[in-house]
């Protein structure tokens, strides 16, 4: 038993419109697939049924290639806002790029400008020996999660 790679990231978002706008058009992800979805949620004390809208974003293929899903519920109240960094649990994802310049050139043109960075980094804090190093920064997307770019030097 082992693990291969990261299957896939899922964000709830509260306007798939604004969504698609940062991850779509701004980052450049492709849309794999945009379709309502209906599940029971077993989760709480009484099944519900949930409607929502999926759309399957990704910057590649092939069996295990990471992809990420934007989550807009469609039939009930959207709860919750996005963490701060270091809470427990998820609280911001990041993408390797090749310009990290233009990523948040463009970003900040667009109106999100990084809270963090573009700052550099020893590779120890990316779970590697030190010695490498890596340039990053951090904004939010519109619902307000941390996304983090990282380009190596």
């Known amino acids: 038993m082992g693990i291969r790679a990261a ?3 899922a964000i709830g978002v509260s306007s798939m419109d604004a969504a698609l706008h940062f991850y779509r058009d701004l980052l450049g992800l492709r849309v794999a697939l945009d379709r309502e979805e209906r599940s029971v949620d077993r989760s709480g004390a ?3 049924e949930r409607r929502r809208r999926a759309v399957y974003l990704r910057w590649a293929d092939g069996p295990d290639a990471t992809f990420l899903v934007l989550d ?3 039939d009930h109240e959207r709860r ?3 963490k701060p960094m ?3 649990g998820v609280h911001h994802v990041a993408f390797w790029v090749d310009d990290l310049d233009a990523v948040v ?7 999100h400008p990084p809270f963090t960075g573009p700052v550099e980094l020893d590779t120890p804090y990316y779970g590697e020996q ?3 190093r890596v340039r990053t920064a ?6 307000g999660n941390v996304v983090q770019f990282d380009q190596r030097v």
């Not at 951090?138 to 619902?143: E, G, I, S, T, W």
Request: proline fraction near 10%.
């Open 80 to 82: 919750g806002q996005a």
């Open 86 to 88: 270091f809470d427990i």
């Open 138 to 143: 951090l904004l939010r997307d519109p619902d």
């Open 7 to 9: 299957s896939h990231i």
């Open 130 to 132: 030190p010695g490498g």
């Open 105 to 111: 050139n463009s970003l900040t043109a667009a109106g």
């Open 46 to 48: 009484h099944p519900l």
């Open 72 to 74: 807009e519920q469609l």
